[in-house]
């Protein structure tokens, strides 16, 4: 009997690496690692992952055979195992901004004290430079270098209206041909 039994295993191992072949590319499938049966006609195969990227994961299919009947696959899956890199849990977006909020209040609080312990005379007396410059260049304007030789044939109202023509013609578009 056990040879039916190695028939059995053999047949299982078959369908479940044809089906791994359908759903991953060539050569990520590896040795058999475990094979685990139940009383209701199926079994787990386990194999290795040879997936780069995928270090401690292993492929695993489950297998019905029914009596009568070919044996069929049921589903196949990549599983972690022991060691195996996985994403960190999820953290709602709600739960991560508060987080996000109280590191920086944290940052704004050592920052506020280590000003208060440095003495913050430094930071008022760039402040104050800083408003005296602003103040300086409002009050420098580039009138300063007109002299009234400039200013000479130049209307106190701005332009003088007199030297404008009167009589513009009207910009109806292109001129059209003369017909004649």
């Not at 053999?10 to 791994?20: F, M, S, Y």
């Not at 690692?33 to 292993?58: C, K, M, N, V």
């Not at 009050?139 to 002299?147: K, R, S, W, Y």
Request: no cysteine; charged share 35%; proline share 7%.
């Amino acid at each position: 009997m056990p040879e039916v039994a190695d028939a059995v295993v053999n047949d299982q191992e078959t369908v479940a690496r044809a089906a791994l072949a359908e759903i991953s590319p060539a050569g990520t499938v590896g040795a058999l690692l475990e094979r685990s049966s139940q009383e209701d006609g199926i079994a787990q195969l386990s194999f290795a992952s040879t997936l780069s990227g995928y270090p401690g994961w292993h492929w695993s299919v489950s297998v019905a055979e029914v009596p009568g009947e070919e044996p069929t696959v049921m589903e196949a899956e990549l599983m972690p195992g022991d060691g195996a890199l996985l994403a960190p849990d999820w953290v709602p977006w709600a739960e991560r901004l508060e987080d996000y909020r109280a590191a920086q209040l944290a940052i704004a609080a050592e920052a506020a004290e280590l000003a208060a312990a440095e003495g913050d005379h430094d930071l008022d007396d760039e402040i104050e430079d800083d408003e005296d410059e602003d103040d300086d260049d409002h009050e420098d304007d580039d009138f300063e270098d007109i002299d009234e030789d400039d200013l000479a044939g130049v209307a106190a109202g701005g332009v003088d209206e007199e030297s404008e023509p009167e009589d513009e013609p009207a910009d109806d578009g292109p001129e059209q041909p003369d017909e004649s």
